[in-house]
């Protein structure tokens, strides 16, 4: 497996000190690699608040902003530095480009609208994903066909006509994608055009509205704009923040940012 290129910024106790990981999950293997997603998606916030602070996202800044500052991020910066983190403790991994679809438009978004991982554990490979907020808990085994049960839903990952792959999760009774991907080792360099585009085009999701969100024991906290959501075993209750001081002091609550 090709391995893409990425800066050496690496401080291993650091990051995993920061995800809450454990001793024991700095030997590679699929237990390992699980514990290792999950603690990390319950302790790093899927956001876009930069791009709402006129600061511009660079995959330079991503561990200061990830481990130091104790921010969370969207895509490129997530799964790319979880990506070396995971290197660094002797994992295979490879970027990959995906298209996520659209349930308005019932269509896939450009390449390299979302950015995930594939990472390989002796002849088998997972699709691992720390990047798209409401997703799977665990990584999923990257075999067409194979309805896989997860601690957020049921998945499956399907074979297309053009040898692109899709994830699809089931709702109901139907399965709805998620997004499609090839298996192209992509370089981190590739990603940039479409970084900068969901920073600053108004077509982006990411330049309408400030996000935050967090994966938790019993549910999901959820910040959009001004509107707190919090899902709580089942149980959802929203609010209407009322000003900047009450916005802030939700960050810092549920979240841990302070801005």
């Not at 006129?54 to 921010?71: M, Y």
Request: hydrophobic share 35%.
């Amino acid at each position: 497996m090709r391995q893409p290129k990425l800066p050496r910024m690496m401080n291993t106790p650091a990051y995993l000190e920061r995800i809450g990981a454990e001793a024991s999950d700095t030997h590679p293997s699929l237990a390992a690699l699980t514990r290792l997603q999950q603690a990390h998606l319950l302790a790093v916030p899927f956001e876009n608040l930069d791009i709402h602070r006129s600061r511009e996202i660079t995959f330079a800044g991503r561990f200061a902003k990830v481990v130091t500052q104790r921010r969370g991020g969207f895509c490129y910066e997530l799964n790319s530095l979880f990506a070396e983190l995971l290197r660094a403790l002797g994992y295979r991994v490879k970027l990959v480009a995906a298209r996520v679809y659209s349930s308005s438009t019932q269509t896939y978004g450009p390449e390299f609208d979302h950015l995930a991982l594939i990472v390989a554990l002796g002849k088998e490979e997972y699709l691992v994903d720390v990047g798209f907020g409401e997703f799977t808990l665990h990584p999923l085994r990257l075999l067409p066909g194979l309805e896989q049960p997860d601690p957020r839903g049921r998945f499956r990952i399907e074979q297309l006509a053009d040898q692109d792959l899709v994830v699809q999760k089931l709702t109901g009774e139907t399965w709805t994608p998620e997004y499609r991907f090839s298996l192209t080792a992509r370089e981190l360099t590739e990603f940039e055009p479409m970084c900068r585009y969901h920073q600053t085009s108004p077509e982006s999701h990411f330049t309408r509205k400030s996000l935050c969100s967090l994966l938790t024991p019993a549910g999901r906290i959820t910040l959009t704009g001004h509107t707190l959501k919090i899902t709580d075993h089942g149980s959802i209750t929203e609010q209407t923040l009322p000003d900047e001081p009450a916005y802030h002091a939700a960050l810092a609550r549920y979240f841990g940012i302070r801005l």
